[in-house]
């Protein structure tokens, strides 16, 4: 009895005895490190959507059945070397029905640039081949002007970026589950915004909204502040602020669009 109580002494005190293999050692871990992945991993946009390219904004929308955008460019400044101030916003509603092949747009054109002392109303509508205009109380229907007013995009005024990276945050905005995702200047697509070799870009804000869900982009917020560029093709550069915006609702809901009053 007094060799058992040994023997099991011995396994006892064999057990206690330090391990000193550092391999055997758990890894502490990061508390915060653990909070992030979890949050970064939960966040993730769907595979195949770390990058979002859009050189178009409103890219891949006509293949949805319905919806309506609102897109808006200003330019607030002076013109470049003098202290002269100038300013220019366009602003419109795009509502589009893909199975009647149906597009109504209702815009605002003011441009100081060119000394326009009132701005600039119109609604253009396209109805499969047939396009019609409204200004200043009368029609236009089937010319040159109805067709390219009546298909004025948000891709064509605002542009669009060439890549954007995943920011790895997730929000619900206009009804849709969005990503957000950052982009450099480099990566701009400015159709109405020219910058030459006197021109400098001083400053650059921006925000992309992708649903994946829809491969479309929800919101696109630009903000520039730019010297000696030029704007809308004109021929006298500007200093200042151009600030872009653009909006996507009711995806999937058809609107109703119809010949406009007055045609």
Known sequence: MKYVWMVTCIILLG????NDDPSLIPTRTNPDA???????????????????????????????SGWRYQMFFSFDGVFARTPRETGASTQATVTYDQVGSRR????????????????????????????????DGSCATNTDSS????????????????????AVQRERINGEEVW??????????????????????????????????????????????????????????????????YNVFDIGTIPNISIPNGC
């Open 15 to 18: 057990a206690c005895v330090p």
């Open 34 to 64: 653990v909070a992030t992945g979890i949050i970064l991993t939960e966040n993730a946009p769907p595979a195949g959507f770390d990058t979002v390219s859009f050189p178009e904004i409103d890219a891949n929308l006509e293949q949805l």
């Open 104 to 135: 109504l747009i209702d815009a605002t054109i003011d441009v100081d640039l060119e000394d326009i002392e009132e701005p600039i109303i119109y609604e253009g509508v396209r109805l499969g081949a047939d396009t019609f205009l409204v200004r």
């Open 147 to 166: 067709e390219l007013l009546a298909d004025l995009s948000a891709g064509q005024l605002l542009g669009g970026v060439n890549l954007a990276t995943t």
């Open 180 to 245: 957000l995702y950052r982009f450099l200047a480099d990566d701009l697509v400015l159709p109405n915004v020219q910058l030459g070799d006197d021109s400098r870009l001083l400053s650059m804000v921006g925000e992309l909204w992708v649903a994946p869900e829809h491969n479309v982009v929800v919101r696109y917020i630009l903000q520039l502040e730019v010297e000696n560029a030029t704007i809308f093709d004109q021929t006298l550069p500007i200093s200042g602020t151009v600030n872009m915006q």
